[in-house]
């Protein structure tokens, strides 16, 4: 008998990890946010209302303007600025999601444009998923619907991917780090020690293989967790500044509204979490 083991296929799915960050019905949810990002992909099912057609997103960067119409969803990449307009009247379920290749590198945030797609019939079965929320079932659905949109909005050559997936690999253990332990003390000499490399290696090397500083991964991996800490009912931006070890409310509450475009209570309250 004789084996062809997919290591590569076994090892890359190991790092590949989605998580549902958000999940709400929304029936009535008036709101005007220019230039808001999330560090999570959304997905919006519009249900119905708004007969005055007022509800909309528009993504600055290139331009298009996406009318939120019954029976459509709606796809907004992570961290990418857009401005929503919702009518009062505007019925529709929101999922928030990340799809990590690598801890802090979501699949998705390198996608072009938002999306929109007519399908009335996902919709209707969302609506009625969501509310059976504690079946097994459901949450192997939702995640198999989730999965399926990626496959549609991902490039399909997959080549950025592969590269992406290639490069991490070589600081496994600082990106491993960060997601156990990294908080607002964190500094880039721990993750270069991590990496057995001086500072300005590591520097050099991370942002060439990476895209992006690792000071700037840092910030927005703490800006990830503080986001994460917000949407669980009852956390207060005090709490949260508290757990992630910044010198002060006031610091924190500064430093997200700079990375989202969101105060604390302001991102709290975009998404429904009193």
Do not use: W
């Amino acid at each position: 008998m004789t084996v062809f083991r997919k290591s590569a296929l076994l090892s890359n799915h190991s790092l590949l990890k989605l998580t549902l960050v958000h999940a709400a019905f929304v029936d009535s949810y008036p709101i005007h946010d220019k230039s808001g990002k999330l560090p999570a992909n959304r997905l919006l099912f519009v249900r119905g209302g708004d007969a005055a057609g007022r509800s909309r997103i528009h993504d600055p960067a290139d331009g298009r303007t996406y009318p939120m119409r019954a029976g459509h969803l709606y796809f907004i990449p992570c961290n990418r600025p857009v401005d929503l307009d919702l009518a009062p009247d505007l019925h529709f379920l929101s999922l928030q999601f990340r799809l990590d290749l690598i801890y802090g590198f979501d699949a998705l945030e390198a996608c072009p444009h938002c999306a929109e797609f007519h399908v009335p019939e996902l919709v209707d079965e969302l609506d009625g998923l969501l509310a059976n929320e504690a079946e097994l079932p459901t949450l192997l659905r939702i995640n198999e619907i989730i999965f399926g949109l990626c496959v549609r909005l991902l490039p399909s050559d997959g080549k950025a991917l592969r590269e992406r997936l290639a490069q991490g690999r070589e600081f496994r253990k600082a990106l491993d780090f960060v997601r156990r332990e990294a908080d607002a003390t964190t500094t880039v000499r721990t993750l270069a020690a991590l990496s057995g490399m001086r500072q300005d290696v590591f520097s050099r090397r991370f942002a060439r293989s990476l895209g992006l500083p690792p000071k700037e991964f840092l910030s927005d991996a703490i800006a990830r967790k503080a986001s994460e800490l917000l949407l669980v009912p009852g956390n207060s931006a005090k709490d949260v500044a508290r757990v992630l070890n910044f010198s002060s409310q006031y610091y924190f509450s500064h430093f997200f509204r700079r990375r989202t475009g969101h105060a604390p209570l302001q991102f709290q309250r975009l998404n429904g979490v009193k």
